[in-house]
Every structure is written in structure tokens, then in C-alpha cells.
């Protein structure tokens, strides 16, 4: 199943030099592990609430491949260059599968919580 991993980044509007070197050389760090941007450097609009800063959307083809790029040695070099200077948390999240039905989720919680288990 498809993984994102997500980034709310904060302090994103002076980049510097380690910034500028660690956007250049990501790509790299991605490729072997099937990751793509679908989100980057891209102007926010808030509709509800106000967002703290930029966010990132990274696809990878599943959870898997998303934990193999963060834990790469490649990747773990690059990590300081954002760190010391972007402030932000970073998550990985499963996709919904093809055909995924909300209501149906929503039964199965109904029901639990009938249980008492939600």
C-alpha cells in the first residue's frame, strides 16, 4: 500500500546554504527507494485554522521503502543540513486502498464503540 511521509516544516522562509545543499541532493536519496514529491515549496492556503509553516508530501510505493530511505546512510547525512535549520516534524502515514469507502469505516467504528471499544 502507498506511504507518505509528511512534513510540517516551520522557519521556512530564509533558506541558506545547508538548506539549498540538502533540497539538491534529496532526489538522490529518494530514487532508490521508488519516493516522489507530490508536495513541495508550494504556497499554502489555510481554510480552517492557520497552518505554521510549509509542508512536504513525499510517495513511496510502501511503508516499507518510506523507513528504507529514512534509515539510509545516504539520507542520515543529509538529516543535520534540514535540522539546524528547519524546524518541523516528520510522519509516515499508509494510503487508503483502491476502492476504500468511508462509510464503511465509520460502521466498523460504530459497532466498536457499541462495544465499548473506540
Do not use: C
Not at 539538491?24 to 508550494?42: K, M
Not at 492556503?45 to 510549509?54: A, N, T, V
Amino acid at each position: 500500500m502507498t506511504a507518505y511521509a509528511i512534513a510540517a516544516l516551520r522557519n521556512t522562509t530564509v533558506p541558506n546554504e545547508e538548506v539549498f545543499d540538502y533540497m539538491e541532493r534529496i532526489q538522490s536519496t529518494l530514487d532508490p527507494f521508488g519516493g516522489r514529491f507530490l508536495v513541495h515549496g508550494a504556497q499554502l492556503e489555510d481554510i480552517e485554522g492557520s497552518w505554521p509553516g510549509g509542508v512536504v508530501v513525499i510517495s513511496f510505493p510502501d511503508k516499507a521503502a518510506a523507513h528504507g530511505w529514512y534509515d539510509s546512510d545516504a539520507y542520515q547525512e543529509l538529516i543535520p543540513l534540514r535540522t539546524r535549520n528547519l524546524d518541523g516534524e516528520v510522519i509516515f502515514v499508509e494510503g487508503v486502498p483502491e476502492g476504500y469507502d468511508p462509510s464503511s469505516t465509520a460502521a466498523r467504528m460504530r459497532a466498536e464503540a457499541g462495544r465499548g471499544r473506540v
